[in-house]
């Protein structure tokens, strides 16, 4: 199977109004998305709509939510104006684990019949129940011919429309850049406010065969991922607000999730 997990670590830091850094160590699952009827059968603890250790589920992606995960990309691709037939979807995610999961952000990577990173989908999660795709184009990819191959680096810019931590106001720029190479994949997301740089995030995660075997080891070196992240991300907010960072509140200035930024 292509399918595979990653394993690695996130990072944050903040600029302003102080300097804030944060690291964790982090998996994920990454399932092409042709392969997930074939992973259901093969993966014991691992299952596609139903009760397990590991659950994925289609519902818990984009805004519909979507009942059939790859169909829904694929008609989202098409919107865009992406003629995807032939294409491979990998989508980056966390799993359900005994029954929930938060993602943050899960990224669905387009590739073309070259293997080339053509469209990258970022759906991001706030803790309010909001869904937002944002579908990003590269200002610069990497080619078949070129000296990285298809695995050069993709680089994309999306402007901030939808409100994700109240310690961060509801606009700025974010660039993205992402190099998806055989051993590893590595992801920055930065935010410009006013032209100077905000927040800094970068995703380092190297590849590891999916297996009963690999995601037993995760399971128990890492329990409860989606668990732990929630319960981060209100003890980071708790810190920040002691400090003072200055604070959002969530309601009519937020953009309805559901759009897609292209």
Known sequence: MRSHLLVGKVSHRRARPFTYALEHDVWYAALDLAELDEVDARVRLLG???RGVATFRD????PGPARDVDA???EHLRSAGEDAEGWRVTLVTNLRVLGYVFNPASFFLCRDET???????VEVHNTFGGRHLYTLRPTRAGRPDGPDGPNGPFMAAMDKDFFVSPF???DGR???HVRDQPDGL???INLRQDGR???STSLVLRRRRLSDRSLLRLLVRQPLMSHKTIGLIHWHALRLWLKGAPFHRHGAAAVPSGGAAR
């Open 59 to 62: 519902a818990d992606h984009f």
């Open 197 to 199: 740089p905000m927040l």
């Open 168 to 170: 961060i106001s509801l």
């Open 115 to 121: 293997g080339t990173l053509r469209v990258l989908v």
């Open 48 to 50: 596609r709509n139903r």
């Open 174 to 176: 974010y660039t993205v």
């Open 72 to 74: 829904a990309i694929r």
């Open 186 to 188: 590595r992801l920055a």
